[in-house]
């Protein structure tokens, strides 16, 4: 009888063809499918090489090389794409085989997904996928959610696949429904910030302390070596040495000032809003990808004002406020990414454990960082901690760099560079930690002039008052 394959996958694209490779170096025959033949010959001469690999564009013959019950995964794009590759596969599979979305899908979609596919018996998981393309190949961070009996069957194929953090696999069953999805796009919405904030302080350097490519690197590289370790500074220190193959300049100063989204972001801020959880640093992350798009817009207004020349810095000082503002405003990003994933655990049932979700950031993932330790640490302690800005092993962290981040946000006031993301943190850290706010006078305007009540600080109770115009 012919042999059946232990995994199966779809789109073999960047994610795909590094992940289905990553599942056989670890000892599981895969099986690829993709409408493009290049993409399946290429993979196919893999398997001629060390490999136990095969693939198809048929995806009859794709589902029929598959052991039952069947583990397919997909990683193409999200949206339309994933219904399509769906109803492909659904007239070739079985009650109880397993569908296994590792994209970057909006987790409602998820929700509406696993919904009819449990009429049909079959399993289905959203489990988001990070560390880009390297991660795919050689471990990346897997965030599984869906059906915890049918988990069982794909936990030894994610635990080998996953990064190791000490030994232990960069993966977790998460919890039910699209539980996996959405802490993947949390995820994003921290990636967001903490590219934000790396790309601020780049420009501080360079606007205040007229530090060239070289000493940027150099600053970067130095912060790896500490406590800021993380892949994002790890990569930015590694950014600012690359040459140029068509000038003799640096790539960076090269590259155009506009960047892209794919909308796990904007997701983020959007659902956060919904939840009722400010995320400020993401939100203003999305906004400037938003205002660096309006690039010929910036450029004519540009011309119109004037702008502060900048005051010049010292090297030495500027570096250090550096550090201590950006591992400021990291801890802030995580903290309000957190607190989203602990509200929507409440509203969607997810039944999320933060300390495991950071302790699986550990490793493998594009928000990967020394911090997460101290993170899985604070969450192991107290599981139900309100806010990360609470947790008694960060205060000292935080009250030992907020001063850092205040001088620097006065000077890119001052001088005019935008510091929208360590403004924002400073901004949520500030007003998160005041007990009392002066919004007692929007109560006021609010019953003023539309009878909408408020509440007393001396007594219970809803009230309303005849204002009295003067
Ligand atoms: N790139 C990254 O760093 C990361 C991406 N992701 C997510 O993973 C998912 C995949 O991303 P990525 O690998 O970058 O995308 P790619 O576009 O590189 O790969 C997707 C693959 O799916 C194929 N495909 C499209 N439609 C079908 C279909 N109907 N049947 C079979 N194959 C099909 C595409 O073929 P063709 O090109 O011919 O259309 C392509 O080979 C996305 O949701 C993305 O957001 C998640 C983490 C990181
Ligand atoms: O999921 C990812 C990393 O974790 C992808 O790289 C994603 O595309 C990044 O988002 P965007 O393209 O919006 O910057």
């Given amino acids: 009888m012919e042999e059946k394959y232990d995994f199966g996958l779809v789109g073999l694209g960047v994610m795909g063809r590094n992940f289905i490779l990553n599942v056989a170096d670890n000892g599981f025959s895969a099986f690829g499918h993709d409408l493009d033949v290049e993409k399946v010959n290429a993979l196919k001469n893999e398997g001629n090489k060390a490999h136990k690999i095969d693939a198809s564009t048929s995806i009859k013959t794709f589902v029929k090389a598959?052991?039952?019950?069947?583990?397919?995964?997909?990683?193409?794009?999200?949206?339309?794409?994933?219904?399509?590759?769906?109803?492909?596969?659904?007239?070739?599979?079985?009650?109880?085989?397993?569908?296994?979305?590792?994209?970057?899908?909006?987790?409602?979609?998820?929700?509406?997904?696993?919904?009819?596919?449990?009429?049909?018996?079959?399993?289905?998981?959203?489990?988001?996928?990070?560390?880009?393309?390297?991660?795919?190949?050689?471990?990346?961070?897997?965030?599984?959610?869906?059906?915890?009996?049918?988990?069982?069957?794909?936990?030894?194929?994610?635990?080998?696949?996953?990064?190791?953090?000490?030994?232990e696999p960069c993966v977790a069953y998460l919890g039910p429904k699209s539980a996996g999805n959405y802490v993947k796009m949390v995820h994003n919405g921290i990636e967001y910030g903490l590219m934000q904030l790396t790309s601020e302080i780049y420009d501080l350097l360079k606007k205040a302390g007229d530090f060239d490519n070289d000493e940027v690197h150099n600053s970067f590289k130095k912060w790896n070596e500490g406590r800021l370790q993380s892949f994002l500074v790890e990569i930015t220190s590694q950014i600012f040495k690359q040459e140029d193959d068509e000038s003799n300049e640096r790539l960076i100063d090269?590259?155009?000032?506009?960047?892209?989204?794919?909308?796990?972001?904007?997701?983020?801020?959007?659902?956060?809003?919904?939840?009722?959880?400010?995320?400020?640093?993401?939100?203003?992350?999305?906004?400037?990808?938003?205002?660096?798009?309006?690039?010929?817009?910036?450029?004519?207004?540009?011309?119109?004002?004037?702008?502060?020349?900048?005051?010049?810095?010292?090297?030495?000082?500027?570096?250090?406020?550096?550090?201590?503002?950006?591992?400021?405003?990291?801890?802030?990003?995580?903290?309000?990414?957190?607190?989203?994933?602990?509200?929507?655990?409440?509203?969607?049932?997810?039944?999320?454990?933060?300390s495991v979700i950071a302790k699986i950031w550990r490793a493998g993932c594009i928000i990967?960082?020394?911090?997460?330790?101290?993170?899985?640490?604070?969450?192991?302690?107290?599981?139900?901690?309100?806010?990360?800005?609470?947790?008694?092993?960060?205060?000292?962290?935080?009250?030992?760099?907020?001063?850092?981040?205040?001088?620097?946000?006065?000077?890119?006031?001052?001088?005019?560079?935008?510091?929208?993301?360590?403004?924002?943190?400073l901004i949520y850290f500030d007003a998160y930690t005041t007990t009392r706010l002066p919004l007692n006078l929007i109560q006021a305007q609010r019953d003023y002039f539309g009878s909408h009540t408020y509440e007393r600080l001396d007594k219970e109770g809803i009230f309303h008052t005849e204002w009295e115009s003067k």
Avoid: C
Wanted: hydrophobic share 40%.
């Fill in 368 to 425: 990967r960082a020394a911090l997460l330790a101290d993170i899985t640490e604070a969450f192991e302690k107290d599981k139900d901690l309100p806010n990360l800005l609470v947790s008694p092993n960060f205060v000292d962290k935080v009250q030992g760099s907020v001063a850092s981040a205040r001088e620097l946000v006065a000077f890119g006031a001052k001088n005019g560079i935008p510091l929208p993301g360590l403004s924002n943190s």
């Fill in 66 to 167: 598959l052991k039952q019950p069947r583990k397919i995964m997909l990683l193409v794009p999200a949206g339309k794409i994933v219904d399509s590759v769906i109803e492909s596969l659904l007239p070739h599979i079985d009650r109880g085989d397993i569908l296994i979305d590792g994209g970057n899908s909006f987790f409602t979609d998820t929700d509406r997904r696993e919904e009819e596919l449990q009429k049909r018996a079959v399993n289905f998981f959203g489990a988001g996928v990070s560390g880009g393309a390297k991660g795919a190949r050689l471990g990346p961070s897997i965030m599984p959610g869906g059906s915890k009996s049918a988990y069982a069957h794909i936990k030894p194929i994610f635990e080998a696949v996953a990064a190791k953090y000490d030994g």
């Fill in 254 to 354: 090269k590259i155009l000032d506009k960047a892209k989204q794919k909308g796990t972001g904007k997701w983020t801020s959007q659902n956060a809003m919904d939840l009722g959880i400010p995320v400020p640093t993401i939100d203003i992350a999305v906004n400037m990808r938003e205002i660096s798009a309006l690039k010929s817009e910036r450029t004519a207004a540009d011309k119109i004002y004037d702008r502060p020349k900048v005051a010049t810095m010292e090297k030495a000082k500027l570096e250090k406020l550096a550090e201590e503002a950006l591992y400021f405003s990291f801890i802030v990003t995580y903290a309000q990414g957190l607190h989203v994933l602990a509200e929507a655990s409440k509203e969607y049932g997810y039944q999320l454990d933060i």
